[in-house]
C-alpha cells in the first residue's frame, strides 16, 4: 500500500506560478514510476506530467509542455509539479499517482495509487 498526499494547491492568478508536492509514504517510493494528472469540472481526468522512477526520463502532456515540470526526490519520498505561467484553463484538482513499474507516462491504468487531490485555480 502507498499513501500519498498532494499539497501547494491555492488560488494564482494568470501567469503566475505555483508548485504542487506529494508525499508518498508505505512501500519504497523508489519503486514507483509516478505521475500527475488532473480533472477540471464537468471534465475527464486527463494526463499532465509523468516521471521515470528514479527521475531519469520525464513526459508532458502537450498542454503544459513548457510551462509545467515534473521532479522527484526520493530521498524525501516526495514529487513535485513546478506549474509556471499558468492559464485559466489550467484550474483543476490535481492528482498524483504511482505506478508499481519504471516508467508508466499516461497509461492511467497502471497507476494503482491516487491521492486525495489539490484543487488548483487560475483566474484570469
Known amino acids: 500500500q502507498v499513501k500519498l498526499v498532494e499539497s501547494g494547491g491555492r488560488l494564482v492568478q494568470a501567469g503566475g506560478s505555483l508548485s504542487l508536492s506529494c508525499a508518498a509514504s508505505g512501500r519504497t517510493f523508489s519503486n514507483y514510476a509516478m505521475g500527475w494528472f488532473r480533472q477540471a469540472p464537468g471534465k475527464e481526468r486527463e494526463f499532465v506530467a509523468a516521471?521515470?522512477?528514479?527521475?531519469?526520463?520525464?513526459s508532458y502532456a502537450d498542454s503544459v509542455k513548457g510551462r509545467f515540470t515534473i521532479s522527484r526526490d526520493n530521498a524525501k519520498n516526495t514529487v513535485y509539479l513546478q506549474m509556471n505561467s499558468l492559464k485559466p484553463e489550467d484550474t483543476a484538482v490535481y492528482y498524483c499517482?504511482?505506478?508499481?513499474?519504471?516508467?508508466?507516462?499516461?497509461?492511467?491504468?497502471?497507476?494503482?495509487?491516487w491521492g486525495q487531490g489539490t484543487q488548483v485555480t487560475v483566474s484570469s
Open positions: 499517482a504511482a505506478a508499481p513499474v519504471s516508467y508508466a507516462g499516461r497509461q492511467e491504468r497502471l497507476y494503482e495509487y
Open positions: 516521471i521515470r522512477y528514479n527521475g531519469g526520463s520525464t
